[in-house]
């Protein structure tokens, strides 16, 4: 076993080791972490859970919310494969909005507020309810290899734990440092200590470890904030759950407000620009490009009068507000002085400081598709640990890796979802063949080819057959996709058979839509493909299609408008699939390929694709290359 640090003097045997060997290990109970563990243990894996704090299981360490443009598809996704985020949401958001709702229905998305020590509690809840799932409060800092194969881990105290495949899922907590002005302390985030030992041991078994950089915002007391100056912002009138399980959100729902920024503001921000780690050179690394830093925005935008600021409560139960949009790591009096110059909150209490936080993570392309490590086998990385930024990012890797680890623990093959088949897809075919560009990774619609078909209405219908049969979805979830499935067959051949007469009637009904009359015989799903005309409109034609689910009409609808796009869209990916199934074997050597470049042969080496779509996709791979390499492979392999 390859072991870095020397294991604590003066400790028991007894009290190092424990003899269960279990089936998965994961190592952090955020985002990734909860995902993980709810699906190994549902497929069947014994399942031992390690957390720094017992307490912070499912802590939103940034904004209070779920969902958002790319987001809100990967939450549906992960419901679709039988995941918990959704429900959680369901149960705990506190406003629900539809994003993008005048735009097509591929890049519509879902938002909620939650109330965090709620979304907190109710996961921790879950996951202690969970039959097959051991947690336990632990810092891990060493790996326990053996032969190139994971063995289990070892805590701070020596204590150590034994399983057949072992998820990383570590967050900001690998050598995470905290930055406020020039002040910095070492901490995973504000309130939690850091792990020191086990990026270095990663680094030392030969892992590309790099530095990334995240921040926060100060949190506010409402009680001294002045909302009469502020814009309301309300939610959805009916929102719209997030899990294909539920009908409605019943809890109590609650308002946010928006502000903005000033050239006041700006001043003082510009004046005190040298006492930001991040422009002094204290911070080096790379933060998220789409989520900026207020002294980023400044400086980025300088020719912007202002920023736009939502004001977010934290929870039903506590005063906190989060403002949305100064993230900052000013020192404290310059946070107040700014957040003083905003309109509404000349008197608003800084309850937290807003930091920066800079901490390790493994270059991602060190990853097999399915998550699983290159260098260790049985290892796993999810998370922000793969140079990830997002809640629902880390929630998607978890529930991969914690599916693929649980079917390794089977000896079955692992589950790859393609770029065609889901946003999960693409984000870990991003991550594993593209890297992370030393920035970190955040997922936008603009990411998929595919996005017509990737939509979040359809995440059930494309995913939850997949997971319920490797056992990841139960059969309440899979009866119900059945009943959706049919009562949309049904519904598409109702609307394409019944047929209305130009008559007077239907013409001055449609006229009162402001659609043009009739001259022939027209079918409802014709009149439905009007872009004036739904499904509710067809009612006063046909009153039976009352009858049917939201969801179900809902779905129904788009298909019938979008048809054409989405067999183009079909066609597309068909075309494709021939380079997706054009296999490149692990074994070849790209050193004995005539014509290809040192930098084409050093990136397929470090890569290792799968397919000669998948070379395709690496940075700095020509077209030129990858005709080659296909002649290659037709010469020398049977690659499908």
Known sequence: MILVNH????????TMKNDQIYDVIVVGAGHAGIEASLAASRMGSETLMLTLNL???????????????????????????????????????IQFRTLNTKKGPAVRASRAQADKARYRMRMKKVLESRSGLTLRQASVEKLLVKGGTIQGVETQIGEKFFGRTVILTTGTFLKGLIHIGSRNYSAGRAGDFAVQGLSQYLADYGFKVGRLKTGTCPRLDARTIDFSRLQIQDGDPDPIPFSFSNRSITQQQVSCHITFTNERTHEL???????????????????????????????????????????EPEGLDTVEIYPNGISTSLPLDIQVDFVHSIDGLERAAIMRPGYAIEYDYVEPTQLKPSLETKLIRGLYHAGQINGTTGYEEAAAQGLMAGINAALSNRA???????????YIGVLIDDLVTKGTDAEPYRMFTSRAEYRLALREDNADLRLTEIGYRLGAVDQVAYDRLERKKRDIAKLLDFLNRF????????????????????TNKSSLAQLLRRPEVTVTDLIRFAPMLGDYAPQVASQAEIQVKYEGYLNRQADMVNRSKNMEMTRVPQTIDYGVIDGLSREVREKLSRVRPLSLGQAARIPGITPAAISLLAVYLKRNFRTS
Request: net charge neutral; hydrophobic share 35%; proline share 7%.
């Open 7 to 14: 294991s604590p003097k003066n400790v028991p045997r007894e």
């Open 55 to 93: 307490d912070h299981i499912g802590q939103m360490s940034c904004n209070p919310a779920i969902g958002g443009i790319g987001k809100g598809h990967l939450v549906k996704e992960i419901d679709a494969l039988g995941g918990e985020m959704a429900r959680a949401i369901d149960d705990t958001g």
């Open 269 to 311: 921000i510009r004046s005190a620009i040298h006492l930001s780690p991040m422009y002094s050179g204290v911070i080096r690394s790379q933060g998220p490009r789409y989520c900026p830093s207020i002294e980023d925005k400044i400086v980025r935008f300088a020719d912007k009068s202002r920023h736009q600021i939502f004001l």
């Open 412 to 422: 079955e093959a692992p589950l790859i979802l393609g770029r065609d088949q889901a």
């Open 499 to 518: 047929e209305l007469n130009p008559c007077h009637e239907t013409n001055s009904a449609l006229l009162r839509l402001e659609s043009a009359p009739i």
